[in-house]
């Protein structure tokens, strides 16, 4: 979404000497982890878990392909060359993935359904039929661990949400620091999204939020993909309609939209919060999860905002300036 999409999306050679060495220090994090937790040191088992997250996270994103031909090559490369050591049970819709990803195609649960992984001996589990045990090593299914599509469908509460809500008209506007339109359409490199193309894309979910949210209170049980609302995308909520409007226009859109439905939310029971629908890549989602899954997809972009709005994208130095062609 953020990258050239010229780009053949292949690590560099002479990187691999170091990512050798951050994949042992993974192994070791992970390793002693275990073991404190095995010893009942579950504090410095989170300490150690916590430098482990880093080290994931830093390392995936050094080498995140970009782009869905290099991203589904990449899928295609690891499938031929480790597909005896991944879960047989995820083969088949894993296969399934680079054609999806190539053509855009939303993946919903008929293409990769459910999985629960055993944190017991991590055996994984495919399918909406949860075993009432591991059928490894006979931990109770308790103990097992769904793995969620993204980190926005993870359990919240009601008041943490709805603070971030309101909050977010504040966040937009304190990225694009007072900037003006011109300089807000300006990308901060090739293949980048400029703050006002990624104005559109929060713009374009938060009017998905608001007819979800609508619907969900509105109707019983209502099936999320049934209205194609978005004709230009796929039925993902990962879209963005090109409208050619100034930055400054879509902020305001963006803000009467979000603080509509803030108004909304604040006047609703709490019992209203469990009102539920069918989507068709999560599943059966809920008022909260979709009020959670929508307030933490606006946080994860508001870097990508404000460095767009200052020429520069996360990690990097800022835009070239352009030649003064007064000489």
Known sequence: MTADPSSTGRPATTARPAADVVVQRIGRLAAVARGLEREGAYN??????AALARELIRHAQAATLSGGAAVAASLEDLLAADA?????VLLPALRRVPDLVRSGSTIGLD??????VCRGCGEVMAGEAVPVACP????????????LPVWYLEPAEPGPIMAALAAGPLHVDEALGG????????????GEWSARQTLE???????????????????DGPDLAARAVWSETSSSDEGSTETG??????AARHHDLRRATVRRLSGIPDAAWARAGQHPEWGRVTVLSQAAYFARHESSHLAQLATAA??????????????????
Request: with cysteine; charged share 25%.
């Open 111 to 116: 293409a990769a359904p459910r999985v629960h």
């Open 44 to 49: 410095g088992a989170k300490l150690v878990r």
């Open 310 to 327: 200052a020429g520069r994208v996360p990690g990097q130095g800022p835009r070239p300036r352009s030649p003064d062609p007064s000489g």
């Open 136 to 147: 490894a090593c006979e931990a109770p299914a308790f103990s097992f661990h769904e793995e």
């Open 201 to 219: 894309h929060l713009l374009f979910a938060e009017d998905l939020f608001a007819e979800r949210v609508g619907r969900l209170l509105a109707e």
């Open 179 to 190: 900037r003006d339109d011109a300089t807000l359409a300006l990308p901060p490199a090739a």
């Open 84 to 88: 005896d050591a991944l879960p047989a």
């Open 245 to 250: 409007e100034l930055a400054s226009i879509l």
